[in-house]
C-alpha cells in the first residue's frame, strides 16, 4: 500500500527511488530517461506527494545541525521537492490528458455539479467514465449525461487498487445510511405524534359539540 515513503501501488522503495532520482537528474540521464506511466506508478502524481516522499526518504536535519548526513534543511526538503515536481507534473499532465493509456491506471469518477465521488474505475479516462455510467447512472441526479461526469487520476494498481479504493468507500457509505435511517425514524416518530395529536384534537371537538348539542336542547 502506498505510505509517504513509497507512494506507489506495488512497487518496491527502491524502484521508486530509481525512477526519483532519474528524474532529478533530468536531462543528464541518458541512457534511461523516464516515461509518463513510470511517474504515475511511482505515486509521483502530486505536489504534495512528492514532497512527502522527499521528507520522508531524505528527512529534515535540526536547525542547529550542519551534518548533510543528518538530512536536508527546511530549505532543502523545499528545493528538491519543487525540483522533483517540476519533473513529474509534465508527465502527469500527459496521462490526465489522455495521450497515454493504460489498464493500470486508476481515476476517480465523480458529478462535475456535486463534485461526489461516485466510484473509482481503470483505463483511460474515457473508459473510466463509461464504466462509471454504465453501472452507477441510474443512481445518479436524473437526467445526468455522461459528459457531465469528471474523472480526477487517482493512480496506478489496475483493479486491485480500484477494487480496494472502492471498498474504503463503503464505511462512508454506511455511515450516510445510518444518518438516514436516523433522520428517517425520528421523522416517522414525530408523525406518530402528530398523528396521535390530531386523533385527539378530532374526539375532542366531537365530544365538546356533542357536549353544547345537549345542553343547547
Same mark, same amino acid.
Given at each position: 500500500?502506498?505510505?509517504?515513503?513509497?507512494?506507489?501501488?506495488?512497487?518496491?522503495?527502491? %524502484?521508486?527511488?530509481?525512477?526519483?532520482?532519474?528524474?532529478?537528474?533530468?536531462?543528464? !540521464?541518458? %541512457?534511461?530517461?523516464?516515461?509518463?506511466?513510470?511517474?504515475?506508478?511511482?505515486?509521483?502524481?502530486?505536489?504534495?506527494?512528492?514532497?512527502?516522499?522527499?521528507?520522508?526518504?531524505?528527512?529534515?536535519?535540526?536547525?542547529?545541525?550542519?551534518?548533510?548526513?543528518?538530512?536536508?534543511?527546511?530549505?532543502?526538503?523545499?528545493?528538491?521537492?519543487?525540483?522533483?515536481?517540476?519533473?513529474?507534473?509534465? %508527465?502527469?499532465?500527459?496521462?490526465?490528458?489522455? #495521450?497515454?493509456?493504460?489498464?493500470?491506471?486508476?481515476?476517480?469518477?465523480?458529478?462535475?455539479?456535486?463534485?461526489?465521488?461516485?466510484?473509482?474505475a481503470t483505463g483511460s479516462a474515457q473508459s473510466a467514465k463509461q464504466w462509471a455510467f454504465t453501472l452507477f447512472g441510474w443512481t445518479l441526479r436524473e437526467g445526468?449525461?455522461?459528459?457531465?461526469?469528471? #474523472? !480526477?487520476?487517482?493512480?496506478?494498481?489496475?483493479?486491485?487498487?480500484?477494487?480496494?479504493?472502492?471498498?474504503?468507500?463503503?464505511?462512508?457509505?454506511?455511515?450516510?445510511?445510518?444518518?438516514? !435511517?436516523?433522520?428517517?425514524?425520528?421523522? #416517522?416518530?414525530?408523525?406518530?405524534?402528530?398523528?396521535?395529536?390530531?386523533?385527539?384534537?378530532?374526539?375532542?371537538?366531537?365530544?365538546?359539540?356533542?357536549?353544547?348539542?345537549?345542553?343547547?336542547?
Amino acid at each position: 500500500m502506498a505510505t509517504q515513503r513509497n507512494p506507489s501501488f506495488g512497487l518496491t522503495d527502491s %524502484h521508486v527511488d530509481d525512477i526519483a532520482d532519474r528524474l532529478l537528474r533530468g536531462k543528464y !540521464e541518458k %541512457h534511461r530517461p523516464v516515461e509518463s506511466l513510470e511517474v504515475v506508478r511511482a505515486g509521483f502524481i502530486s505536489h504534495s506527494t512528492a514532497r512527502d516522499y522527499v521528507t520522508s526518504r531524505w528527512g529534515i536535519r535540526s536547525s542547529w545541525s550542519k551534518d548533510p548526513k543528518e538530512g536536508l534543511s527546511s530549505a532543502g526538503i523545499t528545493m528538491r521537492s519543487n525540483k522533483l515536481w517540476e519533473r513529474c507534473s509534465g %508527465h502527469v499532465q500527459r496521462v490526465k490528458g489522455g #495521450t497515454v493509456d493504460a489498464p493500470d491506471l486508476v481515476w476517480r469518477v465523480s458529478d462535475s455539479r456535486t463534485y461526489q465521488t461516485i466510484c473509482y474505475a481503470t483505463g483511460s479516462a474515457q473508459s473510466a467514465k463509461q464504466w462509471a455510467f454504465t453501472l452507477f447512472g441510474w443512481t445518479l441526479r436524473e437526467g445526468i449525461r455522461i459528459d457531465e461526469l469528471r #474523472t !480526477e487520476l487517482a493512480g496506478s494498481g489496475g483493479d486491485l487498487a480500484a477494487s480496494i479504493a472502492n471498498m474504503a468507500m463503503l464505511g462512508t457509505l454506511n455511515t450516510q445510511i445510518e444518518e438516514y !435511517e436516523t433522520r428517517a425514524a425520528a421523522s #416517522t416518530s414525530a408523525a406518530e405524534k402528530l398523528r396521535l395529536i390530531h386523533s385527539t384534537i378530532s374526539s375532542a371537538a366531537a365530544h365538546l359539540a356533542g357536549g353544547d348539542g345537549a345542553t343547547a336542547g
